[in-house]
């Protein structure tokens, strides 16, 4: 019998992982679903458009990086096989659930659901990265990791010298995070959808930091692109952070008494 293993496309160690994570997050998601007695069939649709815009925007953001058109891929390209980006993945995502939202008119607020899934899916699927992108700048750090010529050719890293292992402080962040947001911020009296809003800004500031070890292109007064996208954007969520405990809205609202079901059950009429 021939070797089916010839028939079998190499394995790609980065997908691989990414798409553990997503899986490991999607399983959590529906056990967090059910802890909180969501039945509305709708949720899943909020599932999809995440998952769907992650996907698009984790290529889109790494496309137009040159001002000369001419030395991007082509969106075609991109979306194939172009670089991806955590931080455009999360835009997606976001974006993906809110126009899922306004197709399906779902009411609620979500991001209590994705927080912990989303944390865990970035600490399994940062090990992808770490298995196959420069791990960070030089090193004199007892725990720095050193490649060997082929490793530093694959990954497009120089070989012999320590170099920070930026992924797997990526890895502790995200894992840290998800254990205290599953055994601790999620039990808090914090208000709706809130607890992804902590995350994110926690992530935000871990990044901004990390990227100085990360060994990515200089783009701007010292700064690689993610720094600049988080210098903009951070001090709006921040803003808004402030903004709602000062007004008192950060906190969960007392429970209401309850009231006639509106909301579709699990299986749709």
């Known amino acids: 019998m021939q070797d089916l293993a010839g028939w079998l496309p190499p394995l790609d160690t980065h997908s691989a992982f990414v798409a553990l ?19 509305d069939y709708r949720v899943w649709y909020l599932l999809l458009g995440a998952l769907m815009g992650a996907s698009i925007l984790a290529r ?8 000369d058109p001419s030395k991007n891929l082509s969106l075609v390209e991109q979306l194939s096989y172009g670089n991806a980006s955590m931080l455009s993945a999360l835009v997606g995502a976001w974006l993906g659930v809110h126009v899922a939202k306004r197709i399906v008119r779902y009411p609620d607020r979500s ?16 090990f992808g990265c ?11 750090a ?24 930026s992924f ?13 947001l599953w055994f601790w911020v999620r039990h808090r009296a914090i208000a709706a959808g809130e607890t992804l809003t902590l995350y994110v800004a926690a992530y935000g500031v871990f990044r901004f930091l990390v990227e100085f070890v990360r060994g990515n292109e200089i783009a701007w ?8 996208f988080l210098l903009v954007t951070m001090p709006l969520l921040f803003a808004r952070i402030a903004w709602m405990i000062r007004t008192g809205r950060f906190r969960a609202a007392p429970a209401a008494a309850p009231t006639e079901r509106t909301v579709p059950d699990e299986q749709p009429a």
């Open 21 to 39: 994570g997503v899986t490991l997050g999607a399983l959590v998601f529906v056990v967090e679903k059910r802890r909180r007695g969501i039945t």
């Open 60 to 67: 889109l953001g790494t496309w137009a990086q040159h001002l």
């Open 111 to 126: 991001g209590d659901l994705f927080a912990p899934a989303v944390a865990l899916a970035m600490g399994v699927g940062r």
């Open 130 to 140: 770490l298995l196959t992108e420069n791990p960070g700048t030089p090193t004199h």
């Open 142 to 165: 007892p725990w720095g990791i050193v490649l060997d010529e082929a490793a530093a050719a694959y990954t497009g890293s120089v070989a012999g010298v320590p170099l920070h292992p």
């Open 168 to 180: 797997v402080y990526e890895i502790v962040f995200h894992l840290a995070a998800f254990a205290l």
């Open 221 to 228: 007064l010292g700064l690689t692109r993610p720094q600049l």
